[in-house]
């Protein structure tokens, strides 16, 4: 099944994720921080549950 | 080299080498860029590996993806000009343009159709925003295989 996620919606969650990506003072995202970016970009429910 | 300050200059060397080439550096070459031994360089990126810092493969420990990008062709090739890329996924090629800033073509295919799809942006936004991306594994599961992921 999956998700469809629309493109504009797939390109925001690319900025969002990726942006800083090499920076010196990057690092991973916790499990809520990831949660919260999600909701944020409307991608709610059990698919986007991260745990 | 404390293994935090390590690990931070072999996080970056490997991304550099990917920006810069398109391709995963060896291990002398961020032995080399590190200035730090092979068996240093490779132990550091077992443990990136374990924070899921970047990924290698599961039985040749060799580099597989540094996301956005992967050490090995995909069904997802970036470019921009004479520059180019793997990109692990949908989300990874966009992922590329978006943290470089950069305008690229993603070619890829529709994996509903067969049909070979070219996606481009602007380095700051989509050039047409039509479209969709499927997500196959829910978000819980990503990391139980990423390489299927």
Redesign the interface.
Known sequence: M???????T??A???A???G??E?EWR?RTPAE?QAL?TSLGLVG?????? | MITDELD?EVR?SV??HF?RTGRAPSLSETSADVDVDSAAISASLERLDT???LVLHPTNRQLWMA??FSAIPTGFRVTSGERAWWANC???A??????LQIPVEITTSCTDCGDPLT?R?TGR??SD????????????AWWDDIGFT
């Open positions: 999956g998700a469809v996620v629309s493109l504009e797939a390109w969650l690319a900025v994720w990726y942006t990506r090499l010196r991973r990831a999600f059990p698919f986007w549950r991260v745990r | 931070l970056l991304y550099r920006v924070r899921h810092v996301m956005p949908a989300w990874d966009l992922g590329i343009s978006a943290m996606l942006t936004a989509l925003p039509t479209g969709v991306v499927h997500f196959a594994v829910a978000a819980a």
